[in-house]
């Protein structure tokens, strides 16, 4: 809920501008009211001296009598001059009393002034806390009927969710029965198929049997005709070639050399697929690695019998031998032909170019 907390430094520095302002005007019109009460005061003339003379005709003066004149008119001096004080005082007594009601004046417009400035800022503050109040009674009402209107949805989508749930499940009621009939009628379909199976495949072995019991018959015959043509062949060129025991060596060395030669293919492939070429591998480098090995295949040890010169390039040629670690072809060799084996690949040495990168 908002407050009048949450408004802006904007907001509350409008708020108290207008009481600010108002107390400012009052101000200004209390200077203008003492300026005009002090511009207006009456200005009283300065008081004149005040004789009182006697007038008397006398036909003739005698000097007593001119003395007597003379002391009468220094007698109304000396009277006038503290009547003239009396007035100047007076005068300043008013005029300071006026000016002390002007200050009075003055002191109440101000104080009034400042009064209404409190209105002011106590009916804008009454303002802003209505406003702060209507605005949060507003939002609480907005609150409460999203909160009516959040709840009707709720209690919709519980309703449509449960109705789609039954009906879900009624219609998985539904499609579990039709399957089950289903999966009824496909097993009686399938027993009785099987059953029909299960017959012919008993025909068909049957029928199966005496056609190989025919066919084994005939092979044997087959073979033991072709063994006794064998035989007789063998010994026909056994007879044949008794005498030329140096000719039937240089074949037999002949054969062994083409089975080696494809046997040391075979090695090469695993090898090279091991390898990888180092940094420092130039074309035309050549290095020599001799591989030892067992019947089984396994490669018991390898090691550079001739370097190329650069000992990153040989350490890549040994480390690719050894990670083959067997070679299950050459058990094979070794079982056919162990003679050629342990000649040819015992021991072997193979040599390594980079710019084929194979053997």
Known sequence: MNTREDRTPEEHSAGYAAPLLKALALHLLVAMMLFVSFSSAPEFEPAKPIVQATLVQLDSKSPATNQTDQQIAGES????????????????????????????????????????????????????????????????????????????????????????????????????????????????????????????????????AAEEAKKKAEADRVAKQKREQEDARAKALAELLADETQYQQAQANQVGDEVAASYEDVIRRYVSAQWRRPPTARNGMVVEVKISMLPTGQITDAVVSRSSGDAGFDQSAVQAVRNVGRIPEMQQLSREDPTTFDRRFRNLTLRFRPEDLSF
């Open 77 to 208: 001096a000396r009277t006038a001059a503290p009547r003239h004080e009396a007035e100047e005082l007076e005068q300043q007594q008013q005029q300071q009393q006026q000016e002390q009601e002007a200050a009075q004046r003055a002191a109440e417009a101000e104080k009034q002034a400042a009064a209404a400035a409190a209105e002011a800022a106590r009916a804008e503050q009454q303002q802003q806390a209505a406003a702060a109040r209507a605005e949060a009674e507003q939002k609480a009402k907005q609150q409460a009927e999203e909160e009516i209107k959040r709840k009707a949805d709720a209690a919709r989508k519980a309703a449509e969710e449960e109705a789609r749930k039954k009906a879900a499940e009624a219609e998985a009621a539904k499609k579990k029965a039709a399957e089950d009939a289903k999966r009824k009628a496909e097993e009686a379909a399938k027993q009785k198929a099987a059953e029909a199976a299960r017959n012919k495949a008993a025909e068909d072995a049957k029928k199966k």
